[in-house]
């Protein structure tokens, strides 16, 4: 009788193979076949396997969606465009941070908190900042001044609330995953504490603060999106908000180690001068005073243009 051979081929292959050997009415040829193992454990300790664009690593942690380099490289395109298109998709935005932040950047920043006792702590501890763990009816009675109070009437003045943060998904390390989540989550605080409004010029002149900060470069690449933005507005964010972010982005401490649930009921502007931060000027009282302006100019023109007409 001949031996059954089983050659390190694709697993498709061998199955073929081992039907061609089965003689369903040569029953000693039969039993040896049943004797083998099963085509898995055959296919397992093959030197070969079959692959599949498919094939990815078991998730690390809850939520976590292993990407191959492929589909790394193509969201982080992908989502830039998009992006770029829609700076006001949330998700976009959030996929772009996680894509382009490994392997390198996102390790520096937890470097970063390694590299403090109060960042150790935070990655110790693990806290996250959400509408349930940071209760806004308590933070609005907290003085006028204090961390707190700047930001709950931040997320008032604005809109927003500490819940619209996407959980990140994307990257590998359970700890460096962490890491985003917090910069993420903390967002709002550099919000507060820069006094920068949500709409474009205030987020960009944001983003920019914290790349010279955090050197993540979705932070970086946000800027491209000054081209969306008014000549009046790109000039004044290339004189004004450009400079301020990146003196006051690479001169502060990390700000990634800041303890926020630690700090609320401390006097702002003492944080900022522990961290190196200075404030800059108000952009929703400037656009204020230039909307003002523009329309007392129009009311002067119609009124030279009544005079003339009479």
């Known amino acids: 009788m001949s031996e059954v051979r089983y050659e390190p081929v694709c697993c498709f292959e061998k199955t073929y193979m081992i039907r061609q050997e089965m003689n369903l009415f040569n029953l000693p040829r039969l039993k040896g076949i049943l004797k083998l193992p099963t085509l898995t454990r055959i296919a397992a300790v093959s030197p070969f396997r079959c692959f599949s664009v498919l094939d990815r690593d078991p998730p690390n942690y809850d939520g976590h969606v292993p990407l191959t380099r492929i589909e790394q490289g193509t969201l982080a395109i992908g989502s830039a465009l ?16 996680e894509t382009t932040a490994t392997p390198y950047f996102i390790h520096r920043l937890r470097d970063a908190m390694l590299s403090s006792s109060t960042g150790r702590r935070i990655l110790q501890d693990r806290p996250r900042i959400t509408s349930r763990t940071m209760s ?7 003085p006028d001044n204090s961390v707190g109070r700047t930001y709950a009437s931040w997320l008032d003045r604005e809109g927003v609330t500490p819940d619209t943060r996407d959980d990140v998904k994307y990257i590998d390390d359970e700890e460096c995953a962490y ?16 006094g920068l409004p949500v709409f474009v010029e205030g987020e960009l002149a944001l983003k920019a603060f914290e790349f010279a900060n955090t050197l993540l470069p979705m ?14 507005e790109r000039s004044r964010f290339w004189n004004t908000y450009l400079p301020w972010a990146i003196q006051n982005g690479t001169r502060s401490k990390d700000i990634i180690n800041i303890y926020w649930e630690e700090e609320l009921e401390r006097d702002v502007d003492e944080l900022r001068r522990e961290l190196g931060i200075e404030s800059p000027p108000d952009l929703r009282e400037t656009r204020k005073i230039l909307r003002e302006h523009r329309r007392a100019a129009k009311r ?11």
């Open 179 to 194: 890491v985003m989540q917090r910069y993420r989550e903390s967002h709002d605080f550099y919000h507060a504490l820069t």
């Open 219 to 232: 932070t970086g690449l946000s800027l491209l999106a000054v081209v969306r933005m008014k000549l009046v």
């Open 136 to 142: 806004l009816p308590y933070l609005r009675t907290l």
């Open 82 to 97: 998009m992006s770029l298109l829609n700076p006001r998709r949330a998700d976009l935005v959030a996929a772009l941070g």
């Open 300 to 310: 002067e023109r119609e009124a030279v243009d009544v005079f003339v007409a009479t």
